[in-house]
């Protein structure tokens, strides 16, 4: 079977290179078969410093390395390729940037945050829907090498709680957990799955702590500001406690894009759409929570 052909929307997140060497160098330890990146669409935030003061560099990696064509459209983009990797690390752009991709009906992998806010996310799943376009969103830490090994070991048996922290870096643009705290929620999730009833957030200058609740069963999440900072877990299963953090020896991202390959290739998501939508809505919660400082129900959003 021929390679996917992939194009890249968004130059600004180290991702784009990373994404690029896994799946374009078979010389690579960790290269994923089945795609190859040929072609990106460069665009980045002007007013997001993480987005503008990145591209350049990135851009000029994937040119000079693996001959990455650039092209001047999203538009443009979407003729030369099979499926999308919408990589824009500013969650604002994502609904804009999308568009005409699903109504192009590519399959596309959407970089996280699927978006700055839960109703940008909600317009995303409902025109997919419309068109009957392909879409998965997630962060690389679900299928994390140690975090998968504890969700599938079958000693685990049900999960009654979980305890999820990662880096919580604040970025006005992309608030609360939106910008860098989403991998502690898609941590927290991995475990808990949808069905969280309401949320409480505290923050501080250096921390975030967030609790929510699920019929009878209570999940944390602390995003780090201060001190070591790293991504992992405490789960509470009905045969066993597992912890661990992230695994340092099998890369990240070499999981995910195994898992973005057989979605380009099936059209079949790994994650439930309802799923990554009660993620976006936790957040935007959270976030009310936050300032408000109350608790809140998910059904208030609707």
């Known amino acids: 079977m021929k390679d996917i052909k992939i194009g890249i929307i968004g130059f600004d997140t180290s991702h784009v290179v990373a994404f690029t060497k896994l799946l374009n160098d078979k010389n690579d330890p960790f290269h994923v078969e089945g795609g190859r990146i040929v072609a990106g669409y460069p665009s980045f935030s002007p007013d997001l410093y993480a987005s503008y003061s990145r591209v350049e560099s990135f851009k000029k990696e994937l040119i000079e390395k693996y001959n990455i064509e650039i092209v001047n459209s999203i538009e443009e983009l979407i003729k030369k390729v099979d499926a999308i990797l919408l990589e824009s690390v500013d969650g604002r752009r994502h609904l804009k940037e999308v568009e005409p991709v699903i109504k192009a009906n590519k399959p596309v992998f959407i970089d996280k945050p699927l978006a700055a806010n839960y109703y940008d996310a909600l317009k995303i799943y409902m025109m997919a829907e419309e068109f009957q376009c392909p879409v998965f969103s997630c962060s690389s830490l679900r299928f994390d090498f140690n975090i998968s090994k504890i969700k599938e070991d079958p000693e685990l048996g049900e999960v009654y709680g979980c305890d999820a922290f990662s880096p919580c870096p ?89 898992k973005i390959i057989e979605f380009f290739k099936t059209g079949k998501t790994p994650i439930d759409p309802e799923e990554t939508l009660e993620i976006m809505k936790f957040i935007e919660c959270a976030l009310i929570s936050e300032r408000e400082k109350r608790v809140v129900k998910l059904e208030e959003l609707k």
């Open 170 to 258: 604040i970025e006005p643009t992309n608030p609360g957990l939106f910008w860098y705290g989403i991998h502690g929620v898609e941590i927290l999730y991995t475990f808990m799955g949808k069905g969280c009833e309401k949320v409480y957030c505290e923050a501080t200058e250096d921390f975030h702590f967030v609790v929510g609740l699920w019929k009878n069963k209570i999940g944390t999440i602390r995003g780090i500001r201060k001190g070591v900072q790293n991504y992992g877990v405490t789960v509470f299963g009905e045969k066993k406690v597992y912890q661990t953090t992230y695994s340092t020896e099998v890369p990240l991202y070499s999981q995910l894009l195994k």
